[in-house]
């Protein structure tokens, strides 16, 4: 497996840095990839390798003030106007993967906050693309979305954009690790397998918080995206695979995933796929020991090779 490792000018002429994966000889298709929140796109190697053997090339960036990029290497941000930024940086690098993979078919993949960024970013930059995976979402009521809004807005005015705080740590993690109680780590909402959960605590470009900054501009992306507007300049004959383990909290244990499936179905998708997985819970490609993440590989692999 071929491995380069890249940059690229995002929003505002800030240097990103990226991974790409390359097959032998030249790709039949590009998957970019948009990670989740405190991680980076050096954790998907596994998920590369399975897309490399179908003759697939992978890609990605680390997301503003995570992984590589510069910012507290605790406390994951985005910074002010940073989603916005965001978006644009998606932008300007499928851009790049065109230019440099003119023949072959692109596709996007968004995990968790990244599914929330790509949710934003279809409905704003309808691309020619062959399809999009949508992994680890979820909805929410926006009255319950509105009201954590203002409260996170006072812990920013408290301590800063860029900063957390025991209220945001609360309302974000520590909700989701409740669920699993009694919890061996404040992370076991994400994976059940130990040997890949440890992995993750240990990887020192992994950042434990989020600020309450980045988590008002998810809330606001949550609003949106689950908004009477949502879907309104999608292409709707785009197939879509949305995947989640059952045993997600993020999307209310699948719950929250249905209600997305029946807002595309009610909004005219045609080509709509949703697999809840047995035996995951959010971090569903690491969920290796139970063979969730052999499962959800698997899954996606036949997806794109329909």
């Known amino acids: 497996m071929n491995m380069e490792k890249i940059q690229f000018a ?4 800030m240097t990103i840095p990226g991974v790409l994966w390359l097959p032998e000889g030249g790709p039949r298709a590009v998957f970019q990839i948009a990670h989740g929140m405190t991680e980076h796109m050096g ?17 990605g960036f680390d997301l503003r003030g995570h992984g ?7 406390c994951a941000s985005f910074g002010e106007g940073g989603w916005e930024a965001s978006l644009e940086d998606m932008h300007r690098f499928s851009l790049s993967l065109r230019q440099r993979f003119p023949e072959a078919r692109h596709y996007m993949l968004g995990f968790s ?19 999009a995976v949508i992994l680890g979402t979820g909805h929410q009521p926006d009255a319950v979305l509105s009201l ?8 920013i ?14 309302l974000t993690f520590e909700s989701y690790n409740q669920k699993f109680r009694p919890n061996r780590t404040p992370s076991d909402w994400l994976c059940e397998d130990r040997e890949q ?21 998810l809330l606001g992306a949550m609003k949106r995206t689950g908004g009477r507007h949502a879907y309104d300049h999608w292409n709707k004959d785009l197939p879509v695979l949305l995947l989640s383990g059952e045993n997600d909290p993020v999307g209310d244990f699948g719950k929250g995933v249905c209600r997305v499936k029946r807002a595309m179905d009610r909004a005219g998708f045609t080509h709509v796929t949703m697999h809840l997985i047995p035996n995951a819970r959010h ?6 020991k139970s063979g969730a993440a052999e499962n959800a590989r698997r899954i996606l692999t036949d997806w794109l090779s329909r």
């Not at 971090?283 to 290796?288: P, R, S, V």
């Open 10 to 13: 995002g929003e505002g002429g």
């Open 43 to 59: 954790r998907y190697g596994r998920l590369a390798q399975a897309l490399i053997e179908k003759g697939v090339a992978v890609a």
């Open 68 to 74: 590589e990029n510069p910012g507290d290497p605790d």
């Open 113 to 131: 906050l990244g599914s929330f960024l790509l949710r934003e970013y279809l409905n704003r930059y309808p691309e020619p693309l062959s399809g």
């Open 148 to 155: 954590m809004m203002a409260i996170v807005k006072g812990q």
């Open 157 to 170: 005015r408290q301590a800063g954009f860029d900063k957390t705080t025991p209220l945001v740590k609360k």
């Open 197 to 217: 959960l440890d992995a993750y605590r240990a990887d020192p470009l992994c950042r434990e918080n989020i600020s309450a900054g980045l988590f008002w501009q």
């Open 283 to 288: 971090d569903l490609f690491h969920e290796e």
